[in-house]
């Protein structure tokens, strides 16, 4: 009967399963197929496009890419529907040379308003960034007046991102070559850090308004080299699963910070592990031998005012201290002081579990250790510790997977663990969502596969009492 109805459950299971990926194909197939254009437009619609896209391309505060929009004309002249929600433009344009009078007449410039950035610091002048803005545009557009115009044809792709709503795909090469090599012109702009002046090569790198007021000449916004998006909405969030993965793990070889952080991370575990059963069989035997002999009451005295302190305090402030009041004026390392926090802490723990599996021995062990001629360290080091430790043993490893999860508050003393790990990737691509997701994933098949160990212990010890 057992074995029909786990049958039947596991055939219930296959078949949601089934049926899932069918819905989830299905769905994929129905919007695969129906990927066209929703609304339809004309040449003239597409003219409107483009025109509000190259007079929205210059920023606020470029004077330069402004007036070569101004002098550039992008013409429609037919155009046709793709495959990818896209609508194939064949344009022709003309607009000025920019790159070939920056490229011209660079050093001149640069001399020129060098003398005017010193002249007006001369005569007391407030010289500004937006002064040698103007100083540099009055300069290039007396030359680009008088610049040949060029002219050409270029394909432009629009993307209907939402019904009714397209965006131009503009990559750097059809920018730059509608507007006259401007994206060129810039980057001649940005990397001349020289001026001829007197003779002699000044370098202006670190004239703050000066390069500031020379390189807003040319600056452009709106402007993405990202090709739209237009799948279906489940391959668009699988495209963009992708990307994210490849963006904070792939890419310089981010994964690493997680490795090592996960390194770290066991690392400080087993060990403070490892100090925290040595203290909590110490403590736990202390405690014992005084509540039966009352022998020891002052180190028992010692013991519960630790358990009181470390267990009725938050781990995280216990660490701050350790590290920060106690430790760090001694010169002992961030690792070093997260293992004996931990340790510490969970040596109040194991104590408690410990204590509990000795008092569970029954005083018959003890009376016959006593027949044997043992004494009573002897009776409680051969025959109860043995007994109490195999019937603690699943607790002690449950605490072993706790004491994981608390080590994560490791990485505010900056130990460099799996969750600084994951906020150093977040750090750097500035995304939230898959660096912490994947630290929590992390943690959670770290400690599934420790449970399972655990029940497999506890399995196991439970057969051999039987025998």
Known sequence: MKKKNK?????TALICVALAVLVIFGIYFVQKLGN????????????????ETVAGLPGNVST????????????VNELSYGTEKNIILECTYETINIKAVIEGNIDRYLEEVYQFYLDNNASGKKTNATKIKQRVASLVEADLASSAPVSGSVTVELFEINPGEFT????????????????????????????????????????????????DYIALK????????TSVPIEKTWNKLKYDFHRNFVVNDQYMYLVNGLITTLKIT??????????????AVIRCVNQKTGKISFLSGICKVYLAVMRGTPIMVQLLIMYFVVL???????????????????????????????????????EAGRSLGFNYVQTMWYIIIPQAFKAVLPSLANEFITLLKESSVAFYIGVADLTLGGIKIRSITYSNFMPLIAVALIYLVVVLGLSKCVSILERRLAKSDKR
């Open 222 to 229: 709106n402007y993405d080299s990202e090709k739209p998006d």
């Open 7 to 11: 049958f039947k459950g596991l055939l």
């Open 270 to 283: 087993a060990f403070a592990v490892l100090l925290g059963i040595a203290i909590g069989f110490v403590v």
């Open 328 to 366: 760090l004026p001694m010169g002992v390392e961030k690792f070093t002081a997260a293992v004996i926090c931990f340790g510490l802490n969970s040596g109040a723990y194991v104590s408690e579990i410990v204590r509990g599996g000795i008092m569970s021995i029954e005083e018959g062990q003890t």
């Open 64 to 75: 330069g890419a402004k007036y070569v929009a101004e002098n550039t004309v992008v013409t």
């Open 168 to 215: 131009p795909y503009l990559n750097y090469e059809l920018v730059n070559t509608v507007f006259g090599g401007l994206l060129d012109a810039k980057e001649i702009i940005s990397s001349s850090h020289t001026v001829n002046y007197g003779g002699e090569s000044v370098d202006i790198s670190n004239y703050n308004t000066l390069r500031t007021g020379i390189n």
């Open 36 to 51: 066209k254009i929703d609304t339809e437009i004309t040449v003239a619609d597409a003219q409107v496009i483009i025109n």
